[in-house]
Structures are given as structure tokens and as C-alpha cells.
């Protein structure tokens, strides 16, 4: 069983540190995930973040330089070594916003793991259908990997479409109205609104995803804030 988390932790300095440490040193090792894939780690963390996964045998980081350009970006930590890490800005952005790829071998099989952290607010819909249609032509093009695990941020409204792609959303596989939303508004932000902005998607000719379920959706022991704006997702995944 191969377990991916996607998490957006938050850039905000409200308890930064506190709420990093809790979900570094508590929800990831409840969890162990092989894959995590981070939005919104800012330059200033990266530090403590690999510190502290190192101690749970995640050996494997992408390159983190790029986001000392940007207010934060994403990361990708693994326990299997990476291949071929990528980082590309979309040429549409006008927010930071990019992708990172890497490749891992499970069971002798190699994966291309993406993340990514859309243009955000509703305004720029238009702005998320291009770099969604990015993504698309990214992974169409890559003739030697047969499996791919999407993930990240996406910002979505109801109202908005995938491209006509093949790739599976896991909460409209195997999800349900518990595990539906992934941003609420009223942890932080004083309004009601929710989304389920944060999505794993996949596609393989071995690939499937067995169970989905949400991290971080309490507040922290002896606390009154959540670790994050945002639920971490984490997927279980077969691959024969």
C-alpha cells in the first residue's frame, strides 16, 4: 500500500511555528505517509520541516531554493529516493504559482508525483483552466510513466470543470460528505465559507485508490487553533 498526504499548512505567522511542529512531529507520524506533498511551506521553515521528517525516515526532499523568489511554495518529501525533480512557474501566474514533479520507483514501478498550488480567488477561473490544461499537457507528455499521482491546492469553485482528461478524482471515486471539504473559513478568516479546494487525482493501467480520509481536522491538543486553514488529505493506493 502506497499512502500519499497532500497538505497546505498555511503560510500565515499565526503560531506558525507551534502549528508546523504539531503537524511535523504529531499528525505525520500517526499517519506515515511514504509521500507528502506541501503547499504553501514558506523559504524560512524548509529548515525545521526537514529536520524533523529526517527523524521518520523521510530522506528525500525536492530542491527548495526557488522558493526564496516567491511568499511560499510547495515541497515534496519521500522515503524512496526522487528522480528528476522539476519546477516550473506557469507562464499565466502572476501569484508564484507553479508545479513541482518528481519520479519514484514502488515495487519497481515508477510514478510521476505532481503537486501543485493554483491561482487563487474567484476571478482568475479562467487563469486555473489554463494551468489545469498545463498540468494535462505536462503528464500526456510523458511517454515512459505509465502512473501518475496529482495533487495539491486547487483552488476550485463548484462551477468549475476538469479539463477533458483521464486522470480520477479520489473523492469522486470513493469519497463521501464526511470527507468532502478540505478549507474552512471560520478557523481563521471569521466567515462560513468551505471548499474542497485541496484534490488527489491519479491514472495508471495498476493503479488504484482504496481509501481517502482527512488530517488535521481538530484543533491541537491544549489548543483552541487548527494546525492549518486547510484539511490534509491522505490517499491509499494499490499498485500491482
Given at each position: 500500500?502506497?499512502?500519499?498526504?497532500?497538505?497546505?499548512?498555511?503560510?500565515?505567522?499565526?503560531?506558525?511555528?507551534?502549528?508546523?511542529?504539531?503537524?511535523m512531529?504529531?499528525?505525520?507520524?500517526e499517519?506515515?505517509?511514504?509521500?507528502?506533498?506541501?503547499?504553501?511551506?514558506i523559504?524560512?521553515?524548509?529548515d525545521?520541516?526537514?529536520?524533523?521528517?529526517?527523524?521518520?525516515?523521510?530522506?528525500?526532499?525536492?530542491?527548495?531554493?526557488?522558493?526564496?523568489?516567491?511568499?511560499?511554495?510547495?515541497?515534496i518529501?519521500?522515503?524512496?529516493?526522487?528522480?528528476?525533480?522539476?519546477?516550473?512557474?506557469?507562464?499565466?501566474?502572476?501569484?508564484?504559482?507553479?508545479?513541482n514533479?518528481?519520479e519514484?520507483?514502488?515495487?519497481?514501478?515508477?510514478i510521476?508525483?505532481?503537486?501543485?498550488?493554483?491561482?487563487?480567488?474567484?476571478?482568475?477561473?479562467?487563469?486555473?483552466?489554463?494551468?489545469?490544461?498545463?498540468?494535462?499537457?505536462?503528464?500526456?507528455?510523458?511517454?515512459?510513466?505509465?502512473?501518475?499521482?496529482?495533487?495539491?491546492?486547487?483552488?476550485m469553485?463548484?462551477?468549475?470543470?476538469?479539463?477533458?482528461?483521464?486522470?480520477?478524482?479520489?473523492?469522486?471515486?470513493?469519497?463521501?460528505?464526511?470527507?468532502?471539504?478540505?478549507?474552512?473559513?471560520?478557523?481563521f478568516?471569521?466567515?462560513?465559507?468551505?471548499?474542497?479546494?485541496?484534490?488527489?487525482?491519479y491514472?495508471g493501467?495498476?493503479?488504484s485508490?482504496?481509501?481517502?480520509?482527512?488530517?488535521?481536522?481538530?484543533?491541537?491538543?491544549?489548543?483552541d487553533?487548527?494546525?492549518?486553514?486547510?484539511?490534509?488529505?491522505?490517499?491509499?493506493?494499490?499498485?500491482?
Amino acid at each position: 500500500m502506497l499512502k500519499i498526504l497532500t497538505y497546505n499548512i498555511m503560510y500565515n505567522d499565526i503560531l506558525l511555528l507551534e502549528r508546523f511542529k504539531y503537524i511535523m512531529e504529531k499528525i505525520i507520524p500517526e499517519q506515515e505517509p511514504d509521500v507528502i506533498l506541501f503547499q504553501e511551506v514558506i523559504f524560512e521553515s524548509i529548515d525545521l520541516i526537514k529536520n524533523t521528517l529526517k527523524k521518520y525516515g523521510y530522506n528525500y526532499f525536492t530542491d527548495d531554493s526557488y522558493n526564496q523568489l516567491r511568499l511560499y511554495g510547495e515541497l515534496i518529501v519521500s522515503k524512496f529516493p526522487i528522480k528528476n525533480p522539476t519546477f516550473i512557474f506557469y507562464q499565466n501566474t502572476i501569484m508564484g504559482r507553479g508545479i513541482n514533479t518528481v519520479e519514484n520507483n514502488y515495487k519497481n514501478k515508477n510514478i510521476l508525483l505532481l503537486t501543485t498550488h493554483l491561482e487563487s480567488l474567484p476571478k482568475y477561473k479562467f487563469a486555473r483552466q489554463k494551468q489545469l490544461n498545463y498540468i494535462y499537457n505536462l503528464i500526456r507528455n510523458q511517454d515512459n510513466i505509465h502512473n501518475v499521482i496529482l495533487t495539491g491546492d486547487m483552488n476550485m469553485l463548484d462551477n468549475e470543470q476538469y479539463p477533458d482528461w483521464d486522470l480520477i478524482d479520489v473523492w469522486e471515486k470513493i469519497g463521501n460528505i464526511h470527507n468532502k471539504y478540505t478549507y474552512y473559513g471560520n478557523r481563521f478568516w471569521g466567515n462560513e465559507y468551505k471548499n474542497r479546494y485541496d484534490r488527489i487525482l491519479y491514472k495508471g493501467e495498476n493503479i488504484s485508490c482504496t481509501n481517502i480520509e482527512l488530517v488535521g481536522d481538530a484543533k491541537m491538543v491544549n489548543s483552541d487553533i487548527y494546525p492549518s486553514d486547510h484539511n490534509g488529505i491522505i490517499a491509499s493506493f494499490i499498485i500491482s
